[in-house]
């Protein structure tokens, strides 16, 4: 039995007898066939992404794109006479992802044998397929959610806050009070598990754990009375970032809060979430005359969440509360205490969170 291959999160079109019938240059009527136009449209309403590369002239490929109804879908292009492979790692690198979630089609065996020799992780598909590409395991994601349908719409606001911050003259604080931005923490509801799993699935650098709840743990979780399944959202003047966050808090006593699960979207490290997250834990904590005690998996990608946990005050310290918890589900979890104290409201950013009183999840501004 084999693994589901990796979810792909782009592809990238070619444009002449692959997305569209005909060859621009040669002054071909150039059609789009409707089962492409629902290709283009069901992937994007999955969350993934499209883009072209293309060896044409910029301006006439676009125009045509826009006459065609389709440009808006195109996030990113590489339109000119560079090899397809440049354009396509151009591509990943613009929009962050590793090759392993890209699709290339090319309707030339030529030009999906370079893309192939030079990225070997890139997958590659003639225009032949494009019917069943709905279909296929690597164009399915697990979940659909909110976020997934609009994560092209988030990727532009996105673009537009890169350009702002380009052309900001002045400090990072004062270009992050500029955003507007606004965080809110809240108890995750059943709508909201599927966005949930998603983040267990897609954070990797700012997991604590690297461990993944399945669908069904996470109600299990949401029912329990000593568990906080927290999620947390932020937006600022460009737009939404979506779901950015994870708490997953185990409360079984009153004098140690159990941290099984921090995890956030890399997308928001320079924004500082994970320390606002951080932040107001531990002055939720101190409040209620809690210990905090932090579960953490080594993994060869979260070093910079054990970092912010350090930076937060962590330490590998003993405490009563400690072993009052039991021991970790694996070996491999360390466990980190902080005494915690009242810590002061965010400078950057507005919060609001909800108030960690026993049986109680009361929305409040921090």
Known sequence: MTDTPPTIKCLIWDLDNTLWTGTLLEGDRLDLAEHVRDVLRELDSRGILHAVSSKNDHDPAWQQLQELGVADFFVAARIGWTPKSDAVREIAEELGFAHTAIGFIDDQPA?????????????????EQIAELTA????????VTEDSQRRRQMYRAGVRRTTARAEFQGPDDEFLRSLELRMTIAAADEVDVARVEELTLRTS?????????????????????THDVLVTTLSDRFGPHGAVGIVLLHRPAAEAWHLKLLATSCRVVS?????????????AAARAGAH??????????NRMMEVAYRFAG??????????????????????????????????????????????????SEF
Do not use: K
Request: overall charge negative; some cysteine.
């Open 111 to 127: 030009e999906r044998a370079e893309v192939s020799f030079h990225l070997p992780q890139v997958r590659c598909y003639g225009p």
């Open 136 to 143: 296929l395991p690597e164009f399915t994601p697990r979940a």
């Open 205 to 225: 650098q700012m997991n604590a754990t690297g461990v993944h709840y399945s669908d069904q743990t996470l109600r299990d979780l949401l029912v329990d009375p």
């Open 271 to 283: 924004f500082g979430v994970g320390a606002a997250l951080l932040n107001w834990l531990s002055d």
């Open 292 to 301: 905090l005690v932090a579960d953490f998996r080594a993994t060869d990608r």
């Open 314 to 363: 962590f330490e590998d310290t003993s405490c009563p509360c400690l072993t009052r918890l039991g021991p970790p589900t694996t070996p491999d979890i360390q466990r980190l205490h902080l005494e915690p104290t009242r810590r002061s409201a965010p400078a950057t950013l507005t919060l609001t969170a909800p108030e960690l009183a026993p049986g109680t999840l009361m929305a």
